[in-house]
Structure formats: structure tokens, C-alpha cells
């Protein structure tokens, strides 16, 4: 192996170690608890070793969040392969997306947080758009689910934009705590309902 060679894998090496040891303290604090300080003295790095990497800590974020996103495509291409029909696959991608979010809840609040930062806030561009085109590729999933079996009436991009929506949209108030998270399971419930009438053509069940 040549100089070259080593250098990069060794760059590779640290650029791994820094993601792995960021992912465990985001976990544990939080976007906002953990600084590239935390993050260096943590892996026993200079700062500027850190900054030889990545040019912030939100970066380090995004990086993350790219890596989670591709996980929860994986969940929803398996809700879609073992589908029977669209009523399945919605039950099933609804239970994915759950399971996702109790298992990486830091990074499923968060899944919008590049959106709505300063667009001054060091994130490479290249990085933004990948994480852009893996939130798109969530609702191609998506459309896909509901277009399993018999042909859709309703407008298959919008439903899977509104179940998209639904889903985070409920999330946020667990995370608000204007719910509890043992309120989920009924606004599921009724989010299926809704969806499933949008597919059918037929009135969503009434509440009252």
C-alpha cells in the first residue's frame, strides 16, 4: 500500500470515528447538548482535527440524518415487498415508521431540521440536496405501498404527501408533548381511515 493509500484510509478511519462517537453523544444530549468540543475531547482529537472533516457540528448532523434516512427507506421498501394489497402495505409502513422512530427518536424529530436552518449554517450544498432527494425517495416508497393491488381512485402522490405529512405532523405533537405517545395508536387509526378513503374514493369514517 502507498503513501496515498494510507492517508486515505486513515482519513476515512478518523472521519468514521467522529461520526460513530457523534452519533452515541446526539443520542444521549441532543442537537443543541453536544458541541465539537464535546465532540473532540470525547474521541481524545484536536478541534482542528475534527474541522479536517467537517466544517460544523450541524454538518455532522446531516451526515447522520442522511445515514437514517436511508435505513427508513430500507424499513419501507420491506413494508412494500411483503404487502399483500395497499391496506397492508399502508398498516405496515405506518408500523415501519413507528418502529423507526422509537428506535432513532433524536434523528426522527429532527428529520426536517436541515430545512429550516439558516442557510449561512456550514452544511455543503451537495449535502442538503442528498438529503432532499432521500426524503423524495421515502415518498416514491410510499406511492408505491398505495399503488399495490387494485388500481387507486384517488390521487396517489397527494395521498402519500398527506400520509408523509400525517406521519410527522403526529410526531411533532408526541415530541411537544401536546400528546402522549400512548395517543398514537388511535390517530394512526384514524390517519389509515383517512388514507384508505382517499384510495377508495369513498368518505373517510366520521369521529363523531
Known amino acids: 500500500m502507498g503513501i496515498r493509500e494510507r492517508k486515505q484510509r486513515e482519513y476515512a478511519r478518523r472521519k468514521s470515528l467522529i461520526l460513530a462517537t457523534a452519533r452515541r453523544m446526539f443520542r444521549r444530549k441532543g442537537l443543541n447538548g453536544v458541541t465539537l468540543d464535546d465532540i473532540a475531547g470525547e474521541i481524545e482529537f484536536s478541534k482542528g482535527t475534527i474541522y479536517s472533516h467537517f466544517d460544523s457540528k450541524e454538518e455532522i448532523f446531516a451526515q447522520i440524518l442522511l445515514e437514517h434516512l436511508n435505513a427508513l427507506i430500507e424499513y419501507l421498501k420491506r413494508a412494500q415487498a411483503e404487502s399483500s394489497d395497499a391496506a397492508d402495505g399502508v398498516r405496515r409502513a405506518l408500523d415501519a415508521y413507528l418502529r423507526f422512530y422509537d428506535q432513532n427518536r433524536e434523528y426522527g424529530r429532527l428529520l426536517f431540521f436541515v430545512d429550516a436552518l439558516n442557510p449561512n ?60 405517545r400512548n395517543d398514537l395508536d388511535s390517530l394512526i387509526a384514524l390517519g389509515f381511515d383517512v388514507v384508505m378513503a382517499g384510495l377508495s374514493g369513498r368518505p373517510a369514517r366520521s369521529t363523531r
Open 121 to 180: 449554517v456550514r452544511i455543503p450544498e451537495s449535502l442538503r440536496q442528498e438529503i432532499q432527494r432521500r426524503k423524495l425517495a421515502c415518498l416514491a416508497e410510499l406511492q408505491r405501498i398505495l399503488k399495490k393491488g387494485a388500481e387507486p381512485r384517488g390521487d396517489v402522490k397527494q395521498i402519500a404527501l398527506l400520509l408523509w405529512g400525517m406521519l410527522n405532523g403526529v410526531l411533532q405533537l408526541v415530541e411537544s408533548k401536546q400528546i402522549g
